[in-house]
T-cell receptor, first 113, second 113 residues
Framework: DGGITQSPKYLFRKEGQNVTLSCEQNLNHDAMYWYRQDPGQGLRLIYYSQIVNDFQKGDIAEGYSVSREKKESFPLTVTSAQKNPTAFYLCASSTQSSSYEQYFGPGTRLTVT | AQSVTQPDIHITVSEGASLELRCNYS??????LFWYVQSPGQGLQLLLKYFSGDTLVQGIKGFEAEFKRSQSSFNLRKPSVHWSDAAEYFCAVAPGGFQKLVFGTGTRLLVSP
């Protein structure tokens, strides 16, 4: 089955620690995205990547970093510089030609205490 | 700046009753328009999309949406709601350029017996 895998589903960290969220897709999509979801705020774009070894900041990139070394993988690191990291994080992917039709993973809920 | 407004945070509908979820957008030209659904703790699933042409679009799970240019609206409808439709619904706009979807804040649908 083709799809997007995010792991783990729940993640707990202490304040001041960096944490990396995994996102893998086997849809052969070129583009991948990271969103943050907070109650009442909808989804906000953190980073996106159109192609391997290239990525761009979204609307709320501060305190986050990404890499895109493989087409299938787009990990997100939440650094200690992110002031309010507790949230639900969603990864998505799309083809280049239909970039608006994004397929979403199941999400990772990160709790930082 | 482009924006999407979903004025209803929560809506409760009786099972079997009709449903309309509102979405208004602010954008100079006609953007691409989408409705996504999210079950609790899950990722988003695309319900339907509008790019051009017929202003009434059909989607999955019996949903439809109507684009009204004069009102800058793209409301989602379903003639008869099922208990399994209880979820959060997001309207999204692709204002132009590559990839960047702008999401509304979502409407949570509750279905009463």
């Amino acid at each position: 089955d083709g799809g997007i895998t995010q792991s783990p589903k729940y993640l707990f960290r202490k304040e001041g620690q960096n944490v990396t969220l995994s996102c893998e897709q086997n849809l052969n999509h070129d583009a991948m995205y990271w969103y943050r979801q907070d109650p009442g705020q909808g989804l906000r774009l953190i980073y996106y990547s159109q192609i391997v070894n290239d990525f761009q900041k979204g609307d709320i990139a501060e305190g986050y970093s990404v890499s895109r070394e493989k087409k299938e993988s787009f990990p997100l690191t939440v650094t200690s510089a992110q002031k309010n990291p507790t949230a639900f994080y969603l990864c998505a992917s799309s083809t280049q030609s239909s970039s608006y039709e994004q397929y979403f993973g199941p999400g990772t809920r990160l709790t930082v205490t | 700046a482009q924006s999407v407004t979903q004025p209803d945070i929560h809506i409760t509908v009786s099972e079997g009753a009709s449903l309309e979820l509102r979405c208004n957008y602010s954008y100079g030209a006609t953007p691409y328009l989408f409705w996504y659904v999210q079950s609790p703790g899950q990722g988003l699933q695309l319900l339907l999309k509008y790019f051009s042409g017929d202003t009434l679009v059909q989607g999955i799970k019996g949903f439809e949406a109507e684009f009204k240019r004069s009102q800058s609206s793209f409301n989602l409808r379903k003639p008869s709601v099922h208990w399994s439709d209880a979820a959060e619904y997001f309207c999204a706009v692709a204002p132009g350029g590559f990839q960047k979807l702008v999401f509304g804040t979502g409407t949570r649908l509750l279905v009463s017996p």
